[in-house]
């Protein structure tokens, strides 16, 4: 049997891909960075190709991003598309045990996946499966280098990516059953229990911080508190990390001074004195009359307006005598100069960049304040987050490092400045 699998680079997908040729079938693999058959089911570019005198498409493809919708949905449609032009006789999708319980973000795309395939002209199976050991020991892992693991209050039901792997491989042998197939792990734990397992089998020491309540929800965490903004997040990277450990895990997540003992390594007394130095330091350094949303907003504005009419004498007005500047790049793209204090060295960085204006620049939330977010010429994004206190801006913060902001959780409010042509 011919078979073509999208996404089928992935952990997933390489797992099916396995064990569908281990069983004698043909298998082509669809994703933009396969070796022959180069697919985006962002574009449908390559899939026309891919998918002639295929018999079944399996769908394993994933993007559990902001964008996800371009692949789940936008891309299923292409695929299904593709497929019923070529004559392919079962169309396979993997899904996610409940997913229509989530109506949001990478969920509700994923139930909406599920009804354009249940919807469509294609003879189709759903195969939907918990969430996988893989993944939830990467997202224990990515916690734990925090020395914290925020876990909800649920039951879970994990399942090893081979187990699905031979699912998956077994449905598209058989003939479409126009249904689902559900397929968990063998125990039902809590989140809690999970993350006790995992903690002693990696041996790594991290703080279990329970999530309570209506809170809890993971939806609910993604962007940060108003309270911890960016200059707070730049002060914490000022402390040493036995201070950063014990200011966060304590009065962020009201972690127990003896617990904390045991992650840093110190005595409850020690750690208390540690929580209360960096408390002293993180409030020495907050503004002390911050504005009001609405307040914030027109500084936003101004400074913008007055960058882009090149207005040194207004720049300054917005701009505290003693501002500081600071630039990351994360040595991937150019982000100069690092550092600068004084409005008036600040305004002239600015008026010189100004000279060569972003083609597009939109008023954005950063980390729950105003802020702005500057795409140039090439694409290449530049996160502005600025910091006020007592009218004036005290504190200009440039995130261009790739890598974080790919996960910048910037809501963009629609108002758009100036945009080039």
């Given amino acids: 049997m011919k078979i073509a699998i999208a996404g089928g680079t992935g952990t997933l997908g390489r797992l099916v891909t396995g064990e569908l040729r281990a069983r004698g079938h043909e298998v082509r693999v669809l ?74 973000g990478y969920f509700a795309a994923k139930a909406k996946q599920e009804d354009l395939v249940a919807g469509g002209t294609v003879p189709w199976t759903i195969v939907r499966a918990t969430q996988f050991h893989e993944y939830v020991a990467a997202l224990l892992a990515a916690g734990a280098r925090w020395r914290a693991l925020p876990v909800p209050r649920a039951l879970v039901q994990p399942v090893a990516c081979a187990d699905v792997a031979r699912t998956v491989a ?24 999970l993350a006790w397992r995992w903690r002693r089998a990696t041996g790594t020491r991290a703080v279990l911080v329970p999530l309570d309540g209506p809170g809890a929800d993971p939806a609910d965490r993604v962007t940060l508190d108003e309270s911890v903004s960016m200059a707070l997040l730049v002060v914490l990277e000022t402390l040493s990390p036995a201070e950063r450990t014990a200011f966060v895990l304590h009065d962020v ?92 060295q600040i305004a002239r960085v600015l008026l010189g960049f100004a000279r060569r204006p972003p083609r597009q620049v939109r008023m954005a939330l950063v980390n729950g304040s105003p802020g702005l977010v500057l795409t140039d010429a090439d694409g290449v994004l530049t996160v502005l987050a600025l910091t006020a206190d007592a009218g004036r801006i005290t504190a200009i913060d440039v995130i261009r490092d790739p890598a974080k902001l790919g996960k910048v959780d910037a809501a963009l409010t629609g108002a758009t400045f100036r945009s080039e042509q």
Avoid at 173 to 187: K, S, T, Y
Avoid at 293 to 320: H, I, K, N, P, W
């Fill in 253 to 344: 997540f009201g972690v127990e001074f003896t617990e904390i003992a045991g992650v840093v390594g110190r005595s409850p007394a020690a750690v208390r004195q540690l929580a209360s130095r960096a408390r002293r330091h993180v409030q020495g350094d907050r503004p002390r009359f911050p504005p009001t949303r609405a307040q914030q907003r027109e500084l936003v504005a101004a400074f913008t307006s007055a960058c882009y009419d090149g207005d040194l004498e207004r720049l300054m007005t917005l701009l505290d005598p003693e501002v500081t500047w600071r630039a990351d790049g994360g040595g991937a793209v150019r982000a100069t100069p690092p550092a600068a204090r004084g409005a008036r």
């Fill in 170 to 193: 077994g449905a598209a042998e058989r003939a479409a059953r126009h249904g689902q197939v559900a397929i968990a792990g063998p125990d039902v734990v809590t989140a809690r229990e």
């Fill in 31 to 104: 994703s933009r960075g396969a070796p022959e058959y180069r697919v985006d089911l962002t574009t449908g570019a390559g899939l026309d190709e891919a998918l002639a005198g295929c018999e079944v498409v399996v769908d394993v493809s994933n993007n559990s991003s902001r964008t996800a919708a371009a692949t789940l949905v936008d891309g299923t449609r292409r695929l299904l598309a593709a497929g019923q032009a070529a004559g392919v006789a079962h169309h396979v999708c993997v899904s996610i045990v409940g997913c229509e319980l989530v109506p949001q």
